[in-house]
């Protein structure tokens, strides 16, 4: 029995120890201001690993307050910092980025975008806006310097509803044209409800997602030319007699912010509530182009990572041309004409693995080849494969000789039997309208000679009744 009491004791202690614990923890964490929870979890998500500092040999890259981030050389897809750029966040306003590649790629910039009364309704306080009205109409050039530089979310709409229309649908015809662009050019976590950002669990993204949509669209002059402007000005429209003008909103590109970056040549920031603070970024110093991608950052830390990241790069790493050491045995030849990957110092290619992808071609040997370094991409090229490596890596004969052959195997066998049949109709015609020539030209001729003879009877009776009456006389 006193066994049993000891036991029970021992078990209260213990007890009101945990919960006496629980409770000071608890008044602790009462205790710290809104500033300091938020420092905490700050630097929580600072001393997150960057993924490509395990890689043997790499460069360590710097620390970053963003949960993801990613910076990707546009020429190559070389992935050349990585901190879990896997993870799926919500994205906010670069949303905006790829609703400006599926307005370029389907409608021009001349076109007008209507603002419809569902265009302007759905605004909440506190939401990015140029204050457009039902009715109003701007060019579709207009429309996307207002996404881009001053993050209009009517603005957004009304071009998704406008193209939509365009591509012979509506809102929702674009939005999934953005899930479909998505998907083709590479995106792999993404899926996108709306054109302009704004929170939805089931609108979400990841930085490697983003870097790659942001590479495809800055192929775009169009889009160079817009994110670039540092301020633009809608003019008077059919409903308001005013001017609009804003700015860009991206303090990397403002010579006067701190945080100017000499680099920078365009990008586009986000933020809401649930997706903290996002930014893409594209930096070009004369050699290689850049676009650096941040999610579920902290206020203008946003800045001076992209920055780190962008001096980081900068600084280790530089193309090197697969030109000068393509293995003859598998590649004939490259098919862009400064093929290259991105290394550090120390990284040769003959350290990198291969992978061959061939290109369904029936009269070419083509295929895209990817590098990685211990699995991480540094570059890809489009080639022609050798012939035998060809066979090899598809089981197939080579296509091009495939081709030669039945070229050579028509020219032997000669024509089709419905061209034969063809050619017989066509040498018959050709026949008769020959002989009815023939026929019609030795007719002319005959009444010719008939005329020609019957001239010179007259002539001669002529001369000779003129002689006659000159005897008389």
Not at 237 to 261: A, D, W
Not at 344 to 350: A, D, F, Q
């Amino acid at each position: 029995m006193k066994f049993w009491k000891r036991f029970v004791a021992s078990a209260l202690t213990i007890m009101l120890l945990c919960i006496t614990c629980e409770m000071q923890l608890y008044a602790e964490e009462e205790a710290k201001t809104p500033e300091e929870l938020a420092q905490e979890e700050m630097n929580a998500v600072h001393a997150l690993p960057v993924d490509t500092n395990a890689l043997d040999g790499w460069p360590q890259g710097p620390s970053i307050f963003a949960d993801s981030a990613v910076v990707m050389d546009i020429g190559s897809g070389a992935i050349l910092y990585d901190k879990r750029s896997n993870e799926q966040h919500y994205p906010a306003s670069i949303t905006k980025i790829l609703t400006t590649l599926v307005a370029l790629e389907n409608a021009e910039l001349t076109d007008k975008v209507t603002f419809s009364e569902d265009s302007i309704s759905f605004l909440e306080y506190g939401d990015a806006h140029i204050g457009m009205k039902p009715g109003e109409e701007i060019s579709l050039e207009d429309a996307l310097y207002a996404v881009l530089l001053a993050s209009a979310n009517e603005v957004s709409y009304a071009v998704a509803e406008s193209v939509g229309t365009t591509m012979g649908g509506g809102y929702d015809t674009f939005i999934q044209a953005m899930n479909d662009r998505a998907k083709e050019i590479g995106c792999t976590n993404s899926h996108w409800v709306n054109a302009n950002g704004l929170h939805d669990d089931q609108h979400y993204t990841t930085a490697h997602d983003m870097a790659v949509i942001g590479a495809e669209v800055f192929g775009h002059e169009e889009f160079r030319k817009i994110t670039s402007t540092l301020q633009h000005i809608i003019p008077p429209t059919n409903l308001v007699p005013e001017q609009r003008v804003f700015q860009q909103n991206h303090k990397m590109l403002q010579p006067s912010n701190p945080h100017y970056y000499e680099y920078c040549v365009g990008g586009k920031t986000g933020f809401t509530d649930q997706a903290k603070t996002t930014l893409v970024t594209f930096a070009d110093n004369g050699d290689m182009q850049l676009v650096a991608v941040n999610l579920k950052s902290y206020g203008v830390n946003v800045y001076t990572d992209t920055r780190a990241m962008f001096d980081y790069v900068y600084g280790n790493f530089s193309k090197v041309s697969l030109e000068e050491c393509m293995d003859k045995e598998k590649i004939e030849k490259y098919l862009e004409d400064d093929a290259y990957v991105v290394l550090p110092k120390g990284i040769e290619v003959s350290q990198l693995e291969e992978e061959y992808e061939p290109i369904e071609d029936e009269q070419r040997r083509e295929a895209r080849v990817s590098y990685t370094y211990e699995g991480q991409p540094v570059g890809s090229a489009k080639v022609v494969l050798q012939a035998d490596f060809y066979k090899k890596l598809t089981g197939k004969s080579d296509p091009i000789v495939q081709e030669v052959k039945k070229t050579e195997k028509k020219e032997k066998e000669g024509f089709s039997l419905p061209v034969k049949i063809m050619m017989g109709v066509a040498a018959v015609l050709i026949l008769a309208g020959v002989c009815y020539c023939s026929i019609h030209f030795h007719r002319i001729n005959q009444r010719r000679r008939r005329r020609k003879a019957a001239y010179k009877n007259r002539t001669k009776n002529q001369i000779s009744n003129t002689t006659k009456r000159g005897k008389k006389n």
